[in-house]
């Protein structure tokens, strides 16, 4: 009887170490378009969602509605657009970190400005500091190697919200 307890433990003790060395097979998902491997889908979703072009896309559409919402005296329309496209531009951070410090003057001070003026209701100020809100973007598109990409105040009405 002793004999085989001790047959029946060596050959678990056998089994328990073979499982443990065998190689362990990457689980494999199925996705429609993002890739198998846990690795693939992740590098597939990132490479959808882009990296800071969507970011200033999406800048230049709030910009210009921001805009025109200071010009119609929209206020809640013009902090609501500006509070989004810093929000968006943090998110833009988080893909790319490398960009954030030259966007120093332009999150610290030129959109804190803007956002003063618009809280103060005053059409003029605010016309006056989106132009220099308006060099801020130029001065990181400078910093960042894309100088080629100018940003002037708005000319013509595009925005589609009326107040
Ligand atoms: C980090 C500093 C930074 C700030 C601040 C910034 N930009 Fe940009 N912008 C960039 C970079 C970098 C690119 C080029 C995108 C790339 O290389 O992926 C760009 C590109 C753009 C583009 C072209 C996007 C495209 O691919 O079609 C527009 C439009 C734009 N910016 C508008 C603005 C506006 C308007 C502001 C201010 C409200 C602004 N940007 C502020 C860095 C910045």
Not at 55 to 75: F, I, P
Not at 82 to 102: D, I, Q, T
Request: with cysteine; aromatic share 12%.
């Amino acid at each position: 009887m002793k004999r085989f307890t001790y047959i029946v433990f060596s050959v678990l003790m056998a089994a328990i170490v073979i499982s443990a060395c065998q190689p362990q097979t990457e689980q494999r998902y199925e996705t429609r378009w993002a890739g198998e491997t846990i690795e693939e889908i992740v590098a597939g979703i990132e490479n959808q969602i882009g990296g800071f072009d969507q970011t200033m896309m999406e800048t230049g559409y709030r910009y210009n509605e921001l805009y025109w919402a200071g010009m119609d005296g929209n206020w809640g329309y013009a902090e609501y657009q500006l509070e989004e496209m810093l929000g968006n531009l943090e998110k833009g951070f988080v893909r790319r970190p490398e960009r954030e410090a030259s966007a120093g003057q332009f999150v610290n001070t030129a959109a804190p400005q803007l956002m003063a003026t618009i809280a103060s209701g005053n059409k003029q100020a605010f016309m006056e500091s989106f132009n220099r809100f308006a060099a801020s973007c130029n001065t990181c598109h400078g910093m960042e190697d894309v100088a080629f990409i100018q940003v002037i105040v708005p000319e013509k009405r595009t925005s589609l919200i009326r107040y």
